[in-house]
């Protein structure tokens, strides 16, 4: 039997839609390197599983654009019935395979993913919580829509969780490498040892 690969750290980001969670998390992963760093979205498995039942397209569902939003209600709930029998379900498969000693999980959003991470890897899990204003959020094609931005999916981890970091995306805060520095510092030291 091949031997679970533990990683040394694991980022777990949060965030609000359009907050800039890829945004932040590829920058992340682009300093750091893929030897040393992966990036791994719990949205991942759950978009490749209902993009082959309901015939969609994946490729759309996994980026930023406007597709993915006509499904978003839909996949919420379709993955809730998941994770109503087994709250760890996604989390297991997004990180079957990882390698990399930094894990950065891009969409953490109900307490029960990170209490997962948390029982997985107690010593080595980190949250981080990127906040964005509502109009930069809406120059970046976001809207409120009742039913999602009010609900677990959107609001899982507003309160109740202490936050290792606060990362602000706006166009007025500290440039984003500022505010990384110390997250890349300890992903650096964890990547060498
Ligand atoms: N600091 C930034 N500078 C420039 N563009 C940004 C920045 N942050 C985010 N964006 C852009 O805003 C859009 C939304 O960002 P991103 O996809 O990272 O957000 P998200 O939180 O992952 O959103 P969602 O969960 O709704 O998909 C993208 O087009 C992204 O390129
Ligand atoms: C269905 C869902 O996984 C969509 C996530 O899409 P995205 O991370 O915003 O691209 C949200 C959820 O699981 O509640």
Redesign the pocket.
């Given at each position: 039997m091949t031997e679970a690969v533990q990683p040394k750290l694991v980022l777990l980001f949060s965030?609000?839609?359009?907050?800039?969670?890829?945004?932040?998390t590829?920058l992340i992963q682009r300093r750091l390197g893929p030897e040393v760093c992966c990036v791994l979205r719990l949205s991942a498995p759950l978009k490749q599983q209902f993009a082959q039942e309901h015939g969609l397209d994946l490729q759309q569902l996994l980026g930023?654009g406007p597709y993915?939003e006509k499904f978003r209600a839909q996949m919420i709930l379709w993955g809730e019935t998941r994770r109503h029998d087994d709250p760890g379900f996604f989390c297991r498969l997004a990180t079957r395979g990882a390698r990399q000693p930094v894990w950065v999980v891009?969409?953490a959003r109900r307490l029960s993913d990170l209490q997962w991470f948390r029982s997985q890897f107690p010593a080595q899990t980190r949250c981080v919580r990127?906040q964005?204003s509502d109009q930069t959020r809406t120059q970046?094609?976001?809207s409120f829509t009742a039913g999602i931005d009010d609900a677990e999916s959107e609001c899982g981890l507003d309160s109740g969780v202490d936050f290792d970091w606060i990362i602000t995306?706006d166009?007025d805060a500290p440039s984003?490498e500022e505010q990384l520095q110390t997250i890349l510092q300890l992903a650096e030291a964890a990547g060498r040892s």
């Open positions: 965030g609000k839609r359009k907050s800039g969670k890829d945004h932040v590829e930023s993915k891009s969409d990127v964005t970046r094609g976001w995306n166009a984003l």
